[in-house]
């Protein structure tokens, strides 16, 4: 179990303490200690191995919680939680996933309105009865039915920063069993899509019930679902499923290309093989009783005298006839990275110094590396005033005569206001050397509003990237209301850099 994971599990303490209304310093001591294990950059879990962890004193962290850390590294629960959760109804927990709905909230929701879960909490919106509730009104209940169907339309669906490590382990394991010839993910996680519903694999073997029986075997495997000869459906711990798919070894490449997908690529190709007097399905390609041998995707897309186009653009979207005429587009992978423009220190709300995240991304071999903490108005994030962002650039020219091997750039992710201004003077962000403008409140401004308010700062002399130009959460908050097609026009008139923000949340 690693920091984050310690650090969120004690946050959910607290949260459930007070969702039950108990002692306000109980909350606090375990929301103070979430924070402060949330910034530490040595592995605790490494330290209890050790046998260091109760040597090496931390700040708010008393014996009680230490022995709670303790708990969580050895046995992958807390007792504790599991006796707090056991007092309040199971789905009050899901409330929490509701925009500005917090615990304390959520305490007043179930004692004062008896709601217990997302459909208790639905039906009280829909009579009303929210509303009616001192602190909330008709504004909060209509957004609280908002975030509801929100989160019913992502049920079920895993972020891709969440579940990509865990499919890797299981391809990597698979990989192990001498029965299995080849191995490959599938399906949307293939894909790179940002959120997936489940996890597809895809194995071939002459020994299908043996590698049924090492799968299910894996220490990843939380569940089985369903077994069969050729399909087997798991479930992992983070709670979601994985289908495992087992085939002859000459069936395997066309299984893998089917089961990658997507369904409006797989249309597409069908189509193109319809044209040719062809059939498609899982098991080849067939030119009446005649099965065209394919070695891998390379030679089933050459077939149809089309590039290989990678997993990550088969979606339907004018690949294949970019594939025709050679026109594909190259993706970009790590070894075009050749430095970071959006980076947050200590400064305000990141982890680590401006000099370790320097060297950090030194040792990535990155060449540059720009800081950018938030401006003064983003207080509940640490945000810089004038003063503190003069001291950060001669800390930043500090460390540039140190020679550190990178480039140190001055930089500042500056708010947005609501009526398009930016949040330093112009004198401010003279002195910087590049600047991100962003949004990060007012989200309920019409359409066009908010497109003005953007505009009216990439149109400002000093503003470099816009940073996360839709302000989306992935399955947390839906995007603004902004015409996007406008701001691209703006950009690209103003020379004005688009973030595209690649947080897996």
Known sequence: MDNRSIAMTLGLVGDVLEIRGDNVFKVRAYRSAARTIERITDSLAERIAEGTFFDQKIAGVGAGLQQAIVELVETGGLGFLDEL?????????????IPGLGPKKIHRLWTELEISDLDTLQQACTLGSVASLSGFGVKSQSK??????????HVGRTRLGDAWPQAEKLLESLRESPRVIRASLAGSIRRGCETV?????????????????????????????SRGPTKTTVRLPIGIRADLRVVDDEEFPTTVAHFTGSKEHNIQMRRLARERGWKISEYGVFDGDQKYPIRDEHD??????LEFIPPELREGQGEIEAAESGALPRLVDKTDLVGVLHAHTTWSDGRQSIE?????????????????????????????????????????????????????????????????????????????????AS????????????????CSALSHSRVDILA????????????????????????????TVLEINANPH
């Open 300 to 305: 089933f897309y050459d077939l149809f005298g």
């Open 356 to 436: 370790e995240m320097a060297l950090a991304a030194r040792d990535l071999g990155y060449r540059y590396l720009g800081i950018t903490d938030h401006s003064q108005v983003a207080g509940y994030a640490g945000g810089l005033d004038p003063d503190r962002l003069q001291r950060q650039r001669e800390e930043i020219e500090a460390l540039r005569e140190k020679e550190l091997g990178i480039d140190i750039l001055a930089g500042s992710e500056v708010d947005i206001l609501a009526d398009g201004g930016l949040d330093f003077s112009d004198s401010v962000l003279e002195g910087l050397d590049f600047v991100i």
């Open 468 to 495: 996360h130009p839709t302000g989306r959460l992935l399955l947390t908050r839906e995007p603004y209301a902004v015409d996007l097609e406008r701001v691209l026009e703006v950009a690209l008139e103003t020379g």
């Open 197 to 225: 519903g489940d996890m597809d694999l895809v194995v071939s073997s002459e020994n299908p019930e043996e590698v049924m029986e090492f799968f299910v075997n894996l220490d990843l495997v939380h569940e089985v679902i």
């Open 144 to 153: 609280i039915l908002s975030g509801i169907e929100f989160l019913q339309q």
């Open 85 to 97: 959760r056991a007092t309040i109804p199971v789905g009050l927990l899901d409330l929490l996933a």
């Open 439 to 454: 949004i990060h409140s007012g989200f309920g401004q019409s359409r066009e509003v908010m497109t003005d308010r953007i």
